[in-house]
C-alpha cells in the first residue's frame, strides 16, 4: 500500500509469526494517520473507496500493520458490500474473530491474528464453500504479488514480441 512506510515500523514483516505488543503511542508513530485509525481505533473507510474494491491481481493480501498474511486472492470476490471481501481466511490464526456489539447490532468483527489490528467484519451470506463474507477495510490491507506466477508468465512469454 502507498502509504505505508514499512521502514519505520519495526514489527512489520511478512515472515515473523510471532505476537506483536505494541503501546498505543508506538502505534501512532508507525503506522499512517488512515491506517493507524482504521487497525488501532476501529475506524472503517467509506465503501467504494478501497484501491483493493475491484482489485483482481494474483498475490496475498497482508495486514498493513504488521505484514501478517490475511487472505489469498483467490478467496477474493464481488460482494456489491463497498469493500474488498474474501470468503475464507489463509490460515485459522492469520485472524481472530471477536465479539462487536456496537453501533446497536450484533456483528464478528475481524481481528489480525498477528498485532490484533482492526480489519473489519465478517458475515454469514458469502460464497462457497465457507458461506463467510470477510468484509475487511482495504486502508488496513497490504498486497504483494503472487512471484512465482509473474516468474512463469514472464518466462513463457520472454521471447514473445511486444505488442
Avoid at 109 to 129: S, T
Wanted: positive net charge; aromatic residues 10%.
Amino acid at each position: 500500500m502507498d502509504t505505508i512506510n514499512k521502514k519505520n515500523n519495526p514489527v512489520y514483516s511478512n515472515t515473523d509469526t510471532s505476537k506483536v505488543n505494541l503501546k498505543e503511542e508506538e502505534w501512532k508513530k508507525v503506522l499512517p494517520e488512515d491506517v493507524y485509525n482504521i487497525a488501532r481505533l476501529k475506524g472503517t473507510e467509506r465503501p467504494w473507496s478501497s484501491k483493493y474494491e475491484s482489485f483482481n491481481e494474483k498475490g496475498t493480501y497482508y495486514c498493513a500493520a504488521c505484514g501478517n498474511a490475511l487472505f489469498k486472492s483467490d478467496t477474493k470476490f464481488e460482494s456489491g458490500c463497498g469493500w474488498p471481501s474474501f470468503y475464507e481466511p489463509i490460515s485459522k490464526t492469520s485472524i481472530i474473530n471477536t465479539p462487536d456489539h456496537s453501533h446497536g447490532m450484533t456483528r464478528t468483527e475481524v481481528q489480525c491474528g498477528r498485532c490484533k489490528a482492526h480489519l473489519g467484519h465478517v458475515f454469514n451470506d458469502g460464497p462457497p464453500p465457507t458461506g463467510l463474507r470477510y468484509c475487511i477495510n482495504g486502508v488496513i490491507l497490504d498486497f504483494e504479488k503472487a512471484k512465482d506466477a509473474e516468474k512463469k508468465y514472464n518466462e513463457e512469454n520472454k521471447d514473445k514480441p511486444v505488442k
